[in-house]
């Protein structure tokens, strides 16, 4: 795994550990629920519970700064599909500004504004078309919401370097993703379920 080496770093794997400890107290719940796929699953994982959290911002925002200036050093924004993703590129972009390497977040929306330009991406003019994008993601199941922002992103002259998600579910949304952007989660499904 290209990540392995931040993984060792100390900070890095204090602050993944504790996370990792937020995600399984706050978000992770065995029961049995229809996904936005609309398929079944035993297990839920709702990580706005805790990337809305002041804590859990924070770390986000520290982790998934790092693991961008490892996979997208070049990259000059980050974003993703609204709802999941909006805490995940601002914490990012906070984080980034305080690190000294800005990235401007972006939010795709699910449909086009409904009024004046009726754009698919906000924050898309202050964007630097030559430099790459990063999406972000809260959990990898299908892939589909993926695959949506990237979609949009290169839709609107964006050239996407990599997505980086918080739980990558292992059903298949990995492949769907990689076939257009490498993937880069900082947990499974494994780290919740033996």
């Given at each position: 795994?290209?990540?392995?080496?931040?993984?060792?770093?100390?900070?890095?794997?204090?602050?993944?550990?504790?996370?990792?400890?937020?995600?399984?107290?706050?978000?992770?719940?065995?029961?049995?629920?229809?996904?936005?796929?609309?398929?079944?699953?035993?297990?839920?994982?709702?990580?706005?519970?805790?990337?809305?959290?002041?804590?859990?911002?924070?770390?986000?925002?520290?982790?998934?700064?790092?693991?961008?200036?490892?996979?997208?050093?070049d990259a000059g924004a980050v974003g993703g599909l609204?709802?999941?993703?909006?805490?995940?590129?601002?914490?990012?972009?906070?984080?980034?500004?305080?690190?000294?390497r800005p990235l401007h977040a972006f939010i795709v929306?699910?449909?086009?504004?409904?009024?004046?330009?009726?754009?698919?991406?906000?924050?898309?003019?202050?964007?630097?078309?030559?430099?790459?994008?990063?999406?972000?993601?809260?959990?990898?199941?299908?892939?589909?919401?993926?695959?949506?922002?990237?979609?949009?992103?290169?839709?609107?002259?964006?050239?996407?370097?990599?997505?980086?998600?918080?739980?990558?579910?292992?059903?298949?949304?990995?492949?769907?993703?990689?076939?257009?952007?490498?993937?880069?989660?900082?947990?499974?499904?494994?780290?919740?379920?033996?």
């Open positions: 795994m290209p990540l392995e080496s931040l993984y060792a770093e100390p900070v890095f794997a204090q602050q993944r550990a504790r996370l990792l400890d937020l995600l399984r107290i706050h978000a992770f719940a065995e029961r049995e629920v229809t996904l936005s796929s609309g398929a079944r699953s035993t297990f839920y994982i709702d990580c706005k519970a805790v990337s809305l959290d002041a804590e859990g911002g924070f770390l986000i925002g520290q982790l998934f700064r790092r693991m961008i200036d490892e996979v997208a050093p609204t709802l999941g993703a909006d805490p995940l590129a601002t914490a990012t972009s906070v984080a980034s500004f305080h690190a000294g929306r699910k449909d086009p504004k409904g009024h004046g330009t009726g754009q698919w991406l906000e924050t898309a003019a202050r964007l630097d078309a030559t430099r790459p994008v990063v999406v972000v993601e809260d959990v990898v199941t299908t892939g589909a919401s993926t695959l949506r922002a990237i979609e949009r992103s290169v839709g609107m002259g964006l050239r996407v370097a990599a997505v980086v998600a918080l739980v990558d579910r292992l059903e298949g949304g990995r492949d769907a993703v990689i076939a257009h952007a490498p993937l880069y989660p900082l947990y499974t499904r494994k780290d919740f379920l033996p």
